[in-house]
DNA sequence: CGAGAAATTGAAAAGATTCAACTCTCGTGG
DNA sequence: CCACGAGAGTTGAATCTTTTCAATTTCTCG
């Protein structure tokens, strides 16, 4: 078996620092996996068994209440780690993995963590930053969700995505995975309902344009305004 | 001068696994500092010069909006790491601290957090250990504030409250320090008008008695019972 | 004791949800 | 190839929670 090419992870920020031979060690251990849009990669509970580096489509990271409410802690692009729960001291997955669209990840099962990180420290490092990035994340919408009201969450929210995922279209900027009005209403804590009302309005003022399962910022710079937006049209 | 008393950390998670003598290498280039209630230990955006440990009293850590409002992130009690900007990568505060109560802190220079944590590997992996689990604080929130309502959010803030910082007396649970509705309501994503009227129903149950910058939780049972709620009484 | 901060409380208004009905879109199978 | 059905989206009306506004009242510290 002649074992995974480096350069799949050569130039992902979590993998900086590490020789090619390195990498070529890293990979030994790592298993190719294919999820197709809507499959489970791990559930809220489980015993954590591995951690992923996403190569390709796009991850859900999902909360359910005890109610069955859910609630998106965000989404995952390619390059970026998810199901790290090994590196949080926890044993179980705080929240579940879902394929928003056809996936490619690598899994590293997570027992190996304290040799790989005491081998490759860089490695060790690069994900702290990313905890401490996710940290100051998840500590931003804490805010948001405190001082803003639903329309200015939702800019937020699709700003987000448009950096984060965004792909250059004839008409704008498209949200690149399949995105319904309930998923953005579970990333901005609001309804569905609510989430069509302005997202309506908003294609009426040609600020975006909608479709089923799909998102298109035509104004970003108009959306942002929104987003900013202290009360008044 | 005789240096720092090893005795004053050594019993702190953020130390464990720390020799006697390593403690008191570390106790070398600590800074011990006072703060009085209300006193500003950093200030949000400031250049981060060190991080801290609490020894005794309690820290407010509040994020500020463009727009002035406040949100207070997290309480900080005795032994916990604050200000750790260094361990996230980043290069400022992100937020604000704030002395709840009289306050005694030791503080070291962030230059020196790369070289003690090569040196005290344990102290890096406490640390990580300890900002993955606010990572989880954080998105238990978001998932509290997309899902709850006010009164419910109320009581799981008090809850938390009262097992980070209760002290028992002759009438219940007190939480130990100064907290204003205003602060409660900063904590919940309220106003404190709602937060008033929400603590004065719980008086009238029985449940909290309320004073001036005082809270004191009667019936911690009653209260998780509101927490749960998922309607009614 | 007085003054300012903190807390309470009623009434009106706003924002969002809930409920309900209806429409649109797309993929599948006859 | 077209019809059908389920999932996705829209929209009006009623309702509800919370905020906003505006007074008051209460407390505590100096």
């Given at each position: 078996m002649p074992g995974l090419d480096p350069s799949l992870i050569a130039d992902l920020p979590s993998f900086s620092g590490l020789e090619r031979r390195e990498l070529e060690t890293l990979l030994g251990y790592a298993q190719p996996l294919r999820f197709s849009e809507g499959a489970t990669v791990f559930a809220q509970g489980?015993?954590?068994e591995s951690f992923y580096v996403l190569l390709d489509g796009h991850i859900r990271v999902v909360r359910s209440t005890p109610e069955g409410q859910q609630v998106i802690v965000r989404y995952i692009s390619v390059g970026e780690l998810f199901g790290i729960a090994a590196a949080l001291g926890r044993?179980?997955?705080?929240a579940s993995a879902v394929a928003a669209a056809e996936c490619v990840a690598l899994a590293w099962p997570n027992a190996k963590w304290d040799e790989l990180t005491a081998r490759f420290p860089s490695l060790g490092a690069n994900t702290y930053k990313t905890v401490g990035g996710r940290l100051q994340d998840a500590h931003t919408r804490v805010v948001e969700m405190s001082t803003e009201q639903v329309e200015q969450r939702v800019a937020h929210a699709l700003l987000r995505l448009v950096k984060q995922t965004g792909r250059k279209t004839a008409e704008g900027v498209e949200i690149d995975f399949p995105i319904t009005r309930q998923d953005i209403a579970e990333m901005t804590g609001a309804t569905l309902h609510t989430v069509s009302r302005v997202l309506q309005a908003w294609e009426k003022d040609g600020i975006v344009r909608g479709g089923r399962k799909r998102v298109v910022v035509i104004s970003p710079h108009r959306l942002l305004l929104k987003a900013e937006a202290r009360k008044e049209s």
């Open positions: 489980d015993e954590a044993s179980t997955y705080p």
